[in-house]
């Protein structure tokens, strides 16, 4: 995603570039996100409650780095990342942490149906969705919401200028970070909460 990042092992920059080549749909940027954006990301993210966190998109875990950073414990976090070389690395890099190679977007079948599978406390999702029709991204995003905790929330990093997912009344509200400049391009967290949750408000760009 961007192009400055202290926190990024140089070697990590090939890989990613040659799986934006390979898939660029799938990849949705040319290299890993910067640390001051995984920082913003991990700000928002409503780790502050009891239970797990489950990452989609990970990448080679610029965001696990800086949730570990943050302070969460690497046995709370599950990361679900669909490239094969880049969630055997993952697991390498993060041993503690629960990598699973698979399907993001299709969580009954990588995690198994709603009613069985653990709450999470906050889902960050860096997935790109930008080709995915508007309504799809909304009901995905529902049924993501259908796996948080009371009081959970979504981000997403994404450098969309406008919210990549518009709130969906009785569902969830979408509001942002602030920008982060030095980000190329300069770009915002994108956070979603539950419709009727106060903090939503809170957060408004
Ligand atoms: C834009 S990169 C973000 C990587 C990292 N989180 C960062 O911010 O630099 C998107 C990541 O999502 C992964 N991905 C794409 N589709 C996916 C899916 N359906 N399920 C899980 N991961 C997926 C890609 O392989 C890639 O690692």
Not at 72 to 98: C, H, M, W
Request: one cysteine or more.
């Amino acid at each position: 995603m961007s192009r400055t990042t202290s926190q990024t092992p140089e070697s990590d920059w090939l890989p990613f570039l040659a799986n934006w080549v390979r898939s660029p749909i799938k990849m949705g940027a040319i290299a890993p996100s910067s640390r001051a954006y995984c920082s913003m990301m991990v700000s928002h993210a409503t780790t502050d409650l009891d239970g797990p966190i489950l990452e989609l998109g990970p990448g080679l875990g610029v965001v696990t780095r800086a949730l570990l950073t943050h302070g969460v414990a690497p046995e709370r976090i599950t990361s679900i990342e669909y490239e094969g070389d880049f969630a055997r690395k993952l697991q390498q890099r993060f041993p503690k942490v629960n990598v699973i190679h698979g399907d993001g977007l299709d969580l009954d079948k990588t995690l198994g149906p709603v009613d069985s599978a653990p709450k999470y406390a906050a889902i960050l999702f860096a997935i790109p969705i930008v080709n995915m029709p508007h309504a799809r991204r909304q009901d995905l995003f529902a049924r993501y919401f259908e796996r948080l905790l009371p009081g959970g929330n979504l981000t997403q990093l994404s450098y969309m200028v406008t919210p990549p997912v518009r709130s969906l009344p009785g569902v969830f509200k979408t509001s942002s970070s602030k920008r982060v400049w030095s980000n190329i391009p300069p770009a915002r967290v994108w956070i979603y909460h539950a419709d009727g949750d106060e903090r939503c408000e809170d957060m408004a760009a």
